[in-house]
């Protein structure tokens, strides 16, 4: 699998059914990441610009919900419905509430495919518990894979709730902006593949606080969790996406040495 551009996801985001279009890269030693932090840092835009440095997969478990929500809405009309488990992750999501962990291990292992391609990997808000990152942590070992590194992206919380407002993502390509910090070259349209811009559910502000909240009670103790593994990469998230993303390198090329 590779980057964003290059590879369109299909089999992270639609299930091991859907082929990449794409063939994975041959790199030397791919990189197997994970991204953490919490809703509206950055981790989306981190994801990208490394996996088109890195030709790692950008594999985000939210574009996977919202993918199933999108598609179940399209085939609406006919006999298209989700899965009763899907069912219950796109109403979590819409209330900005977790999915349970069984429904997303579930989903996650079904792809398992993708952690085990040879491009790498840089894993987008999974694991988002302690029980998903021992499954990881499990699911890895099981196929003699590891972790290169964790990055932690940390921001004050106030900065977090203002980005998360003005967020706007595209419906086509996932690509994401901000109204303010970074906006398309035409308003409301996506400057990578010309569609149009959208405000996801889960960043209307009632959706955020619980988004938060949940980050806070359930997310924020995997620091420690990889922490004690010696995989922690903390970077300071505050700066321009270009300066979060040289740090961001800095870390991991320190980390492999
Ligand atoms: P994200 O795009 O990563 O912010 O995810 C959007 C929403 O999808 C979250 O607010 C959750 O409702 C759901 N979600 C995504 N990944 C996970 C996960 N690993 N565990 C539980 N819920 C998740």
């Known amino acids: 699998m590779g980057g964003l551009l290059m590879n369109d996801r299909a089999t992270w985001l639609r299930g091991p059914g859907a082929e990449c279009s794409v063939k994975p890269p041959v790199v030397a030693k791919a990189y197997r990441l994970v991204l953490?932090?919490?809703?509206?840092?950055?981790?989306?835009?981190?994801?990208?610009?490394?996996?088109?440095?890195?030709?790692?997969?950008?594999?985000?478990?939210g574009d996977v919900f919202r993918a199933a929500k999108a598609a179940s809405e399209a085939a609406s009309a006919k006999s298209g419905k989700l899965t009763p488990?899907?069912?219950?992750?796109?109403?979590?999501?819409?209330?900005?509430?977790?999915?349970?962990?069984?429904?997303?291990?579930?989903?996650v292992q079904e792809r398992v495919g993708c952690l085990k391609c040879g491009g790498g990997f840089i894993l987008d808000g999974f694991p988002r518990t302690v029980v998903q990152a021992e499954k990881l942590e499990r699911l890895l070992q099981e196929n003699g894979l590891q972790l290169d590194g964790v990055l932690d992206l940390v921001m004050p919380v106030e900065q977090i709730v203002s980005r998360l407002s003005g967020r706007r993502t595209c419906v086509e390509c996932k690509a994401v902006y901000h109204v303010t910090g970074r906006p398309p070259k035409v308003e409301g349209v996506c400057d990578a593949c010309g569609q149009e811009l959208m405000q996801r559910v889960d960043d209307k502000p009632e959706a955020i606080k619980i988004r938060m909240a949940a980050y806070e009670r359930s997310t924020a103790p995997l620091t420690a969790f990889y922490k004690v593994?010696?995989?922690l990469l903390p970077v300071d998230a505050t700066g321009t996406p270009e300066d979060i993303f040289?740090?961001?390198l800095g870390r991991l090329k320190a980390a492999r040495q």
Do not use: F, Y
């Open 229 to 231: 593994r010696n995989l």
């Open 36 to 61: 953490l932090g919490a809703p509206g840092v950055g981790k989306g835009t981190q994801a990208q610009l490394l996996s088109q440095h890195l030709h790692a997969c950008h594999l985000s478990t």
């Open 246 to 248: 040289a740090q961001a």
């Open 85 to 107: 488990a899907m069912n219950v992750a796109v109403a979590c999501m819409k209330a900005g509430r977790l999915v349970p962990d069984a429904t997303v291990v579930e989903m």
